[in-house]
């Protein structure tokens, strides 16, 4: 299976930008397609699509969310940062079957 | 609005089997590929498998094959999940997801997600 590694924890200030980082065990990219998708889960609800093949921002997600990467590195980007995008932010993978997820990183206030 | 509702969650002993279901609204489910996503305590994600829009193939994480069978009903816009020898392991929210796009082939990323459904394993 495709190992998805992220930091655990990332301390940011509002109105900063974030940067969280995926690492894949292999690559996921198949020529120019980064097969590489980027979630937001909220305490307490259910995990929501940011980000559909590297870089394409899912449907009713603020622009100051943005994806790159190929590879086996990616970076979600939020900035600036808002109170509201205090969650844990979770990358996976669809190159490979199994789908597998990273462990998640937890964005938290500084 | 898509909606996705799963149930059939709940306390159960080890080496029972459950039924999970997900009733879908807000898009034509029979159009779409589904998946099943768990997530344990530890805040762990893990794929289970998915069904193709007409339900003539799925496709299951190796680990949970042999315990683990999707099925849906389009004429009820209803997604299943049947487990068997459930393991304490098995202790997690199931969501059910439907597919990023419509289409032959699954777009194998997860657009939209229920609320899930809680199992718990235990004696």
């Known amino acids: 299976d495709i190992v998805l590694t992220q930091s655990p924890v990332l301390a940011v200030s509002l109105g900063q930008r974030a940067t969280i980082s995926c690492r894949a065990s292999q690559s996921v990219s198949i020529s120019s397609i980064n097969l590489m998708h980027w979630y937001q889960q909220k305490p307490g609800q259910q995990p929501k699509l940011l980000i559909y093949?590297?870089?394409n921002l899912a449907s009713g997600i603020p622009a100051r969310f943005s994806g790159s990467g190929s590879g086996t590195d990616f970076t979600l980007t939020i900035d600036p940062v808002q109170a509201d995008d205090i969650a844990a932010y979770y990358c996976q993978q669809s190159r490979e079957s199994p789908n597998t997820f990273g462990a998640g990183t937890k964005l938290e206030l500084k | 609005e898509v909606q996705l509702v799963e149930s059939g969650g709940g306390l159960v002993q080890p080496g029972a089997s459950l039924k999970l279901s997900c009733v879908a609204s807000g898009f034509t489910f029979s159009d779409y590929w589904m998946s099943w996503v768990r997530q344990t305590p530890g805040k762990t994600m893990e794929w289970i498998g998915d069904i193709k829009y007409d339900g003539s193939y799925t496709n299951y994480a190796p680990s949970l094959k042999n315990r683990f069978t999707i099925s849906r009903d389009n004429a009820k816009s209803t997604l299943y999940l049947q487990m068997s020898n459930v393991r304490s392991e098995d202790t997690a929210t199931y969501y059910c997801t439907r597919d990023g796009g419509s289409g032959y082939y699954s777009s194998h990323w997860f657009a939209y997600w229920g609320q899930g459904t809680l199992v718990t394993v235990s004696s």
């Open positions: 093949r590297a870089s």
